[in-house]
């Protein structure tokens, strides 16, 4: 059995989720319900960063101790996140779980015996926002241009690792695995970081209260990004008591991350591994930004549409659906409320929704709610092309171009209703049978539209097979011509997505 595991980034808790984190845990969840059912044994990750200086420095700002802190905005405000979103991960780490704790100090311990690890002064800055060290030539106007602010000069003792030594293999692995990076021009990217030339970093800090210690030098702590990356790893060890999912999943996973956090996927993380002899990643998608008057949408930067104001106005599925189209998957795109909302009422509302409307109306009304026993004018072919093509741009995290695949079914089913007008045909009883061809095949071609949604709208779906009297079965292969049951009991079913006011919240 195919087997298919799935990270998004941890998050820093310095504050509380915008849509740019929402965003990704869509994305993700999309993609897991996906190969859920196309039948593969699929685990869901994500959780919190929580070791950061910028989480640490704001418990004090507020007087708070860091875990009171944590334990405080990660239960009120992270956790509940996937949730509030339609998203089903199968655990939730926090960097401050025990477990995680103990996995960092065995993975450390591991790379230092395999001889990776040496002591050594670290001098320079060190930008809070990115929680990395970054050079004089990254600065513009003396500021760390992501974040506006002045980077923080620091000399310390630290424990570094031998990063430049994974040069060559870090190589040899993009030219074996060129897909081990996606899209393309994200490989290409990571793989010039790389030829660019490695140097050796510290993967501690002195004086510290907060983190994780480092074994052998209790006073110094793990750098919080070494820390973080290795919860993909430590989740397996201690999600399921009593077992240990690392048998399973590694290293059949996949990390979804944001570009602004490729280096450290793409060139750190691999090379840890490799020093710590653990097998590599299958692959790595980076996506873009979604972008708010052309700026990141930032805590830092203020510009934050709250993802829960969002499904308080539209509801989950709506904002899921937006997440996915509004931007290709992989670029940075423009977004505005307005285009929520557009979304909404065009494709959704009038698309998808008075298609059910229409459908399930004319079936009351030509054939006393029955779904005649028929069969589709949509070839056969047709619908097992797109159940191919929809997998295959899934495969490669295609989640804007699947939908596109899909959404073209739904256009064709209206376009099918205004081509035959199912109106004219039922005055005259001649056309019976053309009627129950043409009222079939849009029942069955909205089935099979509901289980090709399903991971996309997870609370519609299955309200559009219930209103067409069909099993809630969203097995891949139901998307297919033809496997509709004829049934009858069929009600004009309730708008889908009912008509709403335009934007107001969040402005
Ligand atoms: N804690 C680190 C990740 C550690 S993973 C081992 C971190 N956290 S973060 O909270 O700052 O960001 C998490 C993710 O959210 C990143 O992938 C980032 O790219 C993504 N996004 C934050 N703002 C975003 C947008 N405006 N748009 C899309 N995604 C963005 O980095």
Redesign the pocket.
Known sequence: MNRFYLT?????VNSTP????A??TIAADILVRHHGQRGEDTFFLTGT?EH?SKVYRVAEERGLDAKVFVDQIVEENWRPLPGRVGAEPDFFIRTTDEGHKRVVQEFIERIRANGHIYEGTYSGLYCVGH?TFISEDELVDGKCPDHGTVPEYIEEQNWFFRLSDFQQPLLDLYDERPDFVLPGFRYNEARSLIEAGLEDFSISRQGQPWGVSIPWDPEQVTWV?VD??I??LSALTYARPGEDLRDRYWPEVRHL?????LR??CVLWPALLLAAGYSLPKQIFV?????LDNR???KTIGNVIDPLDLVDSYGVDPVRFWAARAVPFGQDGSVSLDSVHERYEKELANDLGNLLSRTTAMLVKYRDGHIPDSESLIEAATIDELRTNVANRLDVFDITGALDAIWDLVRQLNKLVTDTKPWELAKDDANAAQLDRVLYTLADGLRASAVALAAYLPETSPRILEALGQPVDLAWENVAVGKTVPTGGIEAAQPLFPRLEAPATAA
């Open positions: 998004t980034p941890i998050f820093y915008h849509i740019g984190h965003y990704t960063d950061a929680e990004w973080a990356l919860n993909y991350i944001g570009k602004d956090i450290l996927h996506h873009g930004f979604l972008l990141k949408i930032s």
